[in-house]
């Protein structure tokens, strides 16, 4: 059975660091393609970035320099660290898997499979 577990959000204050973690298990890894997004309530759910199957990275603007994309193939392990957090970046953060070798468009529909969520809260 495909899935993905997110873990790792909380409340930090601005100028902080997170680390989540998304946990896949069912997924052939290195045939996988993954990706993280984030929705704040009234918008529509947004790509932070997505990392290929052969670990190759893509970012969304905004989050260059602050935010990290990684995946561990041995620990099944997708991470997302987040720097320097502003109040902006706000928003319950999923993880996102594709059975394809490369990033597609990084929007909920390319998207197949979704983990349920982690809330992440900057306070300034």
């Known amino acids: 059975q495909v899935q993905l577990v997110e873990s790792g959000g909380g409340s930090v204050q601005a100028g902080g660091s997170l680390r989540l973690s998304c946990a896949a298990s069912?997924?052939?890894?290195?045939?996988?393609?993954f990706a993280w997004f984030r929705r704040t309530p009234g918008k529509e759910r947004e790509g932070i970035g997505c990392i290929n199957s052969f670990g190759r990275i893509d970012y969304r603007d905004s989050v260059k320099g602050r935010f990290t994309i990684s995946k561990d193939n041995a620990k099944r392990t997708l991470y997302l660290q987040m720097d320097s957090l502003k109040p902006e970046d706000t928003a319950m953060y999923s993880c996102?898997?594709?059975?394809?070798?490369?990033?597609?468009?990084?929007?909920?529909?390319?998207?197949?499979?979704w983990g349920q969520g982690t809330q992440v809260t900057v306070s300034s």
């Open positions: 069912g997924y052939i890894m290195y045939k996988t393609t």
């Open positions: 996102a898997a594709v059975s394809a070798s490369w990033c597609p468009a990084v929007v909920e529909s390319e998207f197949r499979y």
